[in-house]
């Protein structure tokens, strides 16, 4: 249980966290919005991972908590100030950590996908400092919104959630069993076989919360090399526009340090552990950064993956200049119109 002080931090952070869910949590498609429900529920009732919950009371506790957004006030409610001295503002997350850093604890707040504020609180794990960036890893989380990143990085600081982690690939391992498979993350658990599963999908927590640190260190430098009107851009985005944009960041920042950095290490596990989670429209736009791992991902062309990175670092720098350029040459409409000619032609 958290220190007597903390109880009202943590209630009202969760209180927070409950207002945004309210807000943007049924944004998602039905499926991904169930799936998401279903993990939530798994750590609200602090099931153990891989626990199956039991249906009727995940039906029962999704209708609960449907119901208690409706009594939310979605509309104009503020978010509550966190019972800090004399009250810290939610999105100061600065103020609240000078607080609770003598805790142990840890308290972040921002902006994700599609606008919607984050907000968790959690036991600190670990602190250091790298490339000048403050580097944060947080373990047992107490309060928690239904979207739960499992690395964050903000101004200059990095935050690794080693229980989102560890969730979020649990979900994976369950896709897989369900799909029957999925060659590039079966080779990842083969990296990190353990006799209980559980304790494999710790390990490759604790060791690949170090390639999410190095995606992370990419987005600062690619943020540094973007500057900062991306950040304008994406807030100004229409979704599918801002999906784009935020691919694009991420391609350059996987280019400029993560796979470098990977390769050079020859980080095998890590090197499947980032293709077996490049998906989406960051796999539709560098097809090129997939060849190196095919047909049998265990046998990655590192040469060829070195020279796709290097080549993809220049093409998503001038790629994101081209983008802001229409932006700044016909603001919304023609920043959208671009971010959907790139799309076709990948």
Sequence with gaps: MPHAELASVVDVVQRNCDLADARHAREKSMCTY?????????WAAQLPLGAAPDRARL????ARRERSWELLPTADGAFAPLPIGAGVDPFDDDAANRHL??????YGAGVGLFGAPLFFLAER??????????????DREWARGLAAPPAVSR????IVRLDALRRWLWTRVEAGSVRGGDSAFAAVLRAYADADAAASVDRMARSEAETLILHELGELRAGSLLGEDWERMIAESPRRTELVLRAVRDLLADCVVTLPQLLARDAHASLLFWYATFDGLRRQLAPELVRPFRPDPERVDRAAL????????SRWLECAGGLKAAWHRGGRAALAQAAEALCRRQ
């Design 34 to 42: 169930l799936l998401d429900m279903r993990e939530h529920y798994r």
């Design 59 to 62: 039906s029962e506790w999704i």
């Design 101 to 106: 850093t003598a805790y142990g604890w840890v």
């Design 125 to 138: 794990a670990a602190e250091h400092t790298r490339d000048g960036a403050r580097v944060i890893v947080t």
């Design 155 to 158: 101004r200059n600081t990095i």
């Design 306 to 313: 070195a020279d796709a990175a290097r080549a993809g670092a």
